[in-house]
């Protein structure tokens, strides 16, 4: 059982203040702190002591010395290396909106850009690595995200306010299906020069007369990127607000972004990212276009309901590379049965862990790393504790 030392992500969307307000964490030079990692990423693993110097060390570099001890037999064979990262992510400003490819893909997309040579730093690439990217948020404050695209009467209906932007609006609008959602999608992200002044034109005309969602979200998007095609997103895409406690998965394929809150995200270990908006970077439309399943899904759909035993909450995982889980303590020992590692986040409160004979006290914003080893461990005290383990 390990105490964790976090790394903090300082990417410009990120909120200067959420992290210091929610557990006390200082930000002397006043950056954004967008994301504070747990886990083994190469890019930002966390420290750990190890006990047999009294220094601490990545966790990595423990973990990929002892791969079995540390993640289990069945995980070390699957993956060898810890299959998930779990951040803390503070959005102040809206991510991009993208896609994220599913493993088979990921797999060929990832050959085919190797035997074209393209650089994985290169800017213009889209697979960094051959894996899947599945996600979920569980929201710590309200949290306001886009995820899958609304049902197509719905979407009808928004776009007939602007049907005048764009032909292809027009055409969808007088008879909405998946094929011509597809087209349509495809234009708004090709739109250019005066045919895009003009769509854009008529978008933020309509935002003058039009008030509650999806019309606040995009004029707090156009405050940002005012040019930015992605800002007819919102008309197309669920927009969603999760409160505190409540939980989304984000399937492999689905058009999705976060846009303000707090959250727990729980994600497979990769990097694979195509953006459909929102961003200065590089926008592959026909390799996002054949990642995209144009399927209509109800907001009410989007929300995960976790299975709740008696003071633990535990959500359903399609994946396997994490499960998450909830526990409410109350000065009652609960007991953790681990297969595999685990990484245990402090939500609120002050919470005991004792495994082996050890014991640590961990307060809202720390981190313990329980391995596979432990097989194990009981918890104490009085808060909130979010576990990412694999089954």
Request: hydrophobic share 40%; proline share 6%.
């Amino acid at each position: 059982m390990l105490k964790m030392t976090n790394q903090i992500q300082n990417y410009a969307w990120g909120s200067k203040k959420a992290l210091t307000s929610l557990y006390g964490i200082q930000n002397p030079n006043n950056l954004p702190m967008a994301e504070l990692w747990m886990g083994a990423h190469p890019k930002a693993s966390s420290r750990v002591m190890d006990t047999t110097t009294d220094k601490l060390v990545s966790l990595k570099s423990m973990i990929d010395a002892d791969p079995v001890g540390f993640l289990g037999e069945k995980i070390a064979n699957r993956f060898n290396q810890l299959p998930f990262l779990f951040k803390v992510l503070c959005a102040a400003q809206p991510l991009s909106i993208q896609v994220h490819p599913n493993k088979t893909y990921a797999e060929v997309g990832f050959a085919k850009e190797n035997a074209a040579g393209i650089a994985l730093d290169s800017p213009n690439r889209n697979y960094k690595d051959d894996n899947h990217k599945p996600e979920l948020i569980y929201a710590l404050t309200p949290f306001k995200a886009m995820n899958a695209f609304r049902p197509l009467v719905e979407i009808a209906d928004l776009l007939d306010f602007v049907s005048a932007a764009h032909p292809e609006i027009q055409l969808f609008v007088q008879q909405p299906t998946e094929e011509k959602l597809a087209k349509l999608f495809a234009q708004i992200l090709s739109l250019s020069g005066e045919q895009k002044e003009r769509a854009l034109g008529v978008l933020k005309s309509a935002l003058n007369s039009r008030q509650g969602e999806p019309w606040n979200t995009i004029k707090k998007m156009a405050s940002l990127y005012p040019e930015d095609n992605g800002l007819f997103s919102p008309l197309l895409l669920n927009v969603i607000e999760l409160q505190p406690g409540e939980a989304m998965f984000l399937y492999a394929r689905t058009p999705h972004a976060y846009i303000e809150g707090v959250g727990l995200e729980i994600m497979a270990n990769s990097d694979n990212v195509l953006r459909a908006g929102l961003t200065n970077k590089h926008i592959d439309i026909p390799e996002l276009i054949a990642n995209v399943d144009f399927i209509p899904k109800e907001v009410e759909s989007l929300f995960s309901e976790p299975q709740i035993t008696g003071n633990i909450c535990k959500y359903d995982i399609p994946v396997e590379d994490f499960a998450f889980c909830i526990y409410s303590i109350n000065q009652t020992q609960t007991k953790i049965e681990n297969e595999t590692a685990s990484i245990l986040f402090c939500i609120e409160g002050e919470i005991k862990i004792t495994s082996n004979n050890d014991e640590l006290l961990i307060i809202a914003g720390e981190s313990i790393f329980l391995p596979a080893s432990d097989k194990l461990a009981y918890i104490n005290g009085n808060g909130k504790l979010a576990r990412a383990y694999n089954l």
